[in-house]
Nanobody, 113 residues
Framework: QVQLVESGGGSVQAGGSLTLSCAAS????????MSWYRQAPGKGRDFVSS???????NYAASVKGRFTIARDNAKNGVYLQMNSLKPEDTAMYYC???????WGQGTQVTVSS
C-alpha cells in the first residue's frame, strides 16, 4: 500500500527557510516521480513543484528561484527546500505520487510578516 508521510513544517518569519520532507513507504515506487502541492485556507490545492522519475524538476512561477526539490534516497522520497519564505507561502503542504491519487496527510507551513 502506498504511504506518503510529510514532515518539516512549522512557523517561521518572512525571509526564513524550511525544509519539507516526504517519505514514502519502502514498497512504494512513484513511477512518474513525486510532487508537492499546497492549500491555503479557503483555497484550492495548487501545484508547487515536482520531480520526475528522471530527476527533472519543475516549479510553479510563484516559488521558482526560492524553492528547490530534490530526491531523498534515504527516505525513498523527496524534500523541498524553501528559502526566502513569504506570508503568502502559508499553507498546508502535501506530497503526491505524480499522476496518481496517492497523497500524504500534509504538513503545515506558517510564515509571519
Amino acid at each position: 500500500q502506498v504511504q506518503l508521510v510529510e514532515s518539516g513544517g512549522g512557523s517561521v518569519q518572512a525571509g526564513g527557510s524550511l525544509t519539507l520532507s516526504c517519505a514514502a513507504s519502502r514498497d512504494t515506487y512513484c513511477r512518474d516521480g513525486m510532487s508537492w502541492y499546497r492549500q491555503a485556507p479557503g483555497k484550492g490545492r495548487d501545484f508547487v513543484s515536482s520531480l520526475s522519475s528522471e530527476l527533472h524538476p519543475n516549479y510553479a512561477a510563484s516559488v521558482k528561484g526560492r524553492f528547490t526539490i530534490a530526491r531523498d534516497n534515504a527516505k525513498n522520497g523527496v524534500y523541498l527546500q524553501m528559502n526566502s519564505l513569504k506570508p503568502e507561502d502559508t499553507a498546508m503542504y502535501y506530497c503526491r505520487c505524480r499522476g496518481t491519487d496517492y497523497w500524504g496527510q500534509g504538513t503545515q507551513v506558517t510564515v509571519s510578516s
